[in-house]
């Protein structure tokens, strides 16, 4: 069964605008982390933000948050003010269990793309 | 402080050949994770290094992989032979041991199996 799902493989978004990057999880564990992760065109993996699943409040970094919502198990990217450097590939993540000797899993991605 | 690099950037081999990936995690850092990404497919989990020991190798597609981390220090990645399915970009990733930390990657190796 997949473990993270990201249903959409590409947005577009208007420079400026906020954008909604969607994540859903499974697990049973209790203890686990979320990720997003940006890929742009140069191929690097860049750490966006992260969210634990006993953290009450919503993570923000900058123009990035996290929506996460628990009891639906989901942890949507919110982008606010989109530049056009926003545009590249961006990958939902989880680690499961406690400590940090868990393998992190990826989803799918989804390709941003603004346009000015 | 260096981050997670990768060597080489770029491989291109032919079918049969063997090639040898390396990775240097974070100064510090004991977990070690290799991935890949095949052309337009998601991000697979390879195998995950706690400093020397496999913690966990669940995801090598098979014994023509094999990876080592000698003195939980950097890693490598030998695919040997190579097949045309291997193509893809393998990326690393180092990690310390507590839970609320992300993973650091490196930039990736760009492998092309000819």
């Known amino acids: 069964a997949q473990k993270i799902t990201q249903t959409q493989p590409g947005m577009f978004v208007q420079e400026k605008e906020a954008v909604t990057l969607d994540c859903t999880y499974d697990?049973?564990?209790?203890?686990?982390?979320l990720f997003w992760y940006k890929q742009p065109s140069s191929g690097e993996m860049i750490f966006l933000i992260y969210?634990?699943?006993?953290?009450?409040q919503n993570a923000t970094e900058g123009r990035y948050s996290l929506n996460f919502q628990k009891a639906r198990k989901s942890a949507n990217l919110v982008i606010s003010a989109s530049q056009l450097g926003d545009s590249a590939m961006y990958f939902c993540?989880?680690?499961?269990?406690?400590?940090?000797?868990?393998?992190?899993?990826f989803g799918t991605g989804t390709k941003l793309q603004v346009i000015p | 402080e260096a981050g997670v690099t990768q060597f080489p950037s770029h491989s291109v081999i032919e079918k049969g050949q063997t090639v040898t990936l390396r990775c240097d995690p974070i100064?510090?850092?004991?977990?070690l994770y290799w991935y890949r990404r095949v052309m337009g497919k998601e991000i697979k989990f390879l195998l995950h290094?706690?400093?020397?020991?496999?913690?966990?190798e669940s995801g090598m597609p098979n014994n023509r992989f094999l990876a080592e981390r000698t003195g939980g220090t950097y890693s490598t990645l030998k695919v040997q032979p190579a097949e045309l399915e291997d193509s893809g970009v393998y990326f690393c990733?180092?990690?310390?041991?507590?839970?609320?930390?992300?993973?650091?990657f490196g930039q990736g190796t760009r492998l092309t199996v000819v």
């Open positions: 697990t049973s564990d209790q203890s686990y982390g």
């Open positions: 990733a180092s990690s310390q041991g507590t839970q609320n930390t992300e993973a650091f």
């Open positions: 993540a989880m680690r499961e269990g406690l400590g940090g000797y868990q393998k992190v899993t």
């Open positions: 969210q634990g699943s006993y953290d009450e």
């Open positions: 100064s510090g850092h004991d977990n």
């Open positions: 290094f706690v400093k020397e020991s496999k913690q966990d």
